[in-house]
């Protein structure tokens, strides 16, 4: 979706909750309140908090900013017709950049003889300068206990990062990059068919409005070199396995000047090797004796922090009864979980002769006390 048929179709107050005539302290305010409340950091691996930052920062950009929102608001007032689908151009026709159109600049762009747009964010294939760095994916294995506490650490990877002996402009040290002289520094060459207008990105700088005279020879002029680096990484606690950290713009760096990408991280968890987990709950499974389940006994519970509680279990248990221990599983930033422990009967795999003609007893007396009574 286009950014003229976006901001038709999006109202980006509703977003952020404000009024349209909201002053810009009030959207200020009401960004910085839903930017914290959906922050990836804030909530790790929620998908649909991620997809929510995203739309509240996309409406800041616009509202947030009063030239942006100026037009915004004309395109709104305007409809579809005045902000959707053209901007004024020369000679009262209109000028049509084929990003503006969506999907349908494709086939306008074939309609004129142009080659189909690009799509920034689509891999290498959209990848000439003057676009945003590709988001990169990288793992991070952890051991349970920095899971569960938190942990800040390093993923190491391999990936294209900006020139270090051009700082990423493309050009030789000593000189810069100049204004591209066939589109005058705009990176937009316009070109008239009849009635439209249409905006292409300048081939001779490929959008960025500059070009390198003198390119960088450890690059080639690209500005971009690929090389080992390692990202620190801040472990919530409680992270769970296979949830994803986001690390804003440590991805692919942009090309032209353009931001870099972000880089996702996957984490993976080790088990423990005596507790397991249910979101921020841990379980622990305690071994009791059938006298002891028949009879109540107090058993000794671990916990991860190394200390020991102790728990009564109540005559007559029945083998994979849990218990709830308030608080003493997991600690994340929004709560704090329990710990279930649940106990399990263990049945003698090989009982001595003695333990073996008690059983005996008890199966007999258990048999007697099951029989029928003669009601006369």
Request: charged share 25%.
């Amino acid at each position: 979706m286009t950014a003229a048929r976006e901001w038709f179709e999006k109202d980006y107050y509703k977003v952020l909750g404000v009024a349209a005539d909201a002053t810009p302290k009030d959207i200020t305010r009401a960004y910085r309140k839903l930017a914290r409340q959906y922050h990836p950091d804030a909530n790790p691996g929620d998908h649909q908090a991620e997809e929510r930052f995203k739309e509240v920062s996309s409406a800041y950009d616009v509202v947030g900013d009063p030239e942006k929102r100026k037009e915004y608001d004309d395109v709104r007032r305007m409809g579809p017709v005045g902000g959707g689908f053209g901007r004024p151009g020369a000679g009262g026709g209109f000028r049509i950049r084929p990003d503006d159109l969506g999907d349908f600049g494709d086939l306008f762009s074939g309609l004129f003889g142009r080659s189909p747009r690009r799509r920034p964010g689509t891999g290498p294939a959209a990848g000439p300068a003057g676009l945003r760095g590709e988001d990169l994916e990288a793992e991070l294995h952890l051991s349970f206990h920095d899971a569960v506490h938190g942990a800040t650490t390093t993923v190491s990877l391999i990936s294209d990062v900006p020139c270090s002996v051009c700082g990423g402009s493309g050009a030789s040290p000593g000189t810069s990059p100049v204004p591209c002289e066939r589109c005058n520094g705009k990176g937009l060459l316009d070109e008239n068919q009849g009635f439209f207008s249409f905006s292409q990105p300048c081939a001779g700088c490929r959008g960025t409005g500059s070009t390198v005279e003198t390119p960088c020879v450890t690059c080639g002029g690209t500005g971009i070199e690929r090389r080992p680096r390692e990202v620190k990484v801040r472990v919530p606690a409680g992270i769970e396995d296979s949830q994803r950290i986001r690390l804003t713009g440590r991805g692919a760096p942009g090309r032209g000047g353009a931001p870099a990408g972000d880089l996702f991280v996957t984490v993976h968890v080790a088990p423990h090797e005596r507790f397991g987990r249910r979101d921020r709950d841990l379980t622990l499974t305690v071994p009791i004796s059938y006298p002891d389940a028949v009879l109540g006994t107090e058993v000794h519970v671990p916990t991860l922090d190394g200390a020991t509680l102790t728990l009564r279990v109540p005559p007559g248990t029945r083998s994979g009864r849990t218990f709830r221990v308030r608080e003493r599983g997991i600690v994340t930033a929004r709560a704090t979980g329990d710990l279930l422990v649940t106990v399990e009967i263990t049945v003698p795999t090989n009982p001595s002769a003695h333990e073996r003609r008690l059983l005996e007893e008890l199966a007999r007396l258990g048999a007697a006390d099951a029989a029928p009574t003669d009601p006369s």
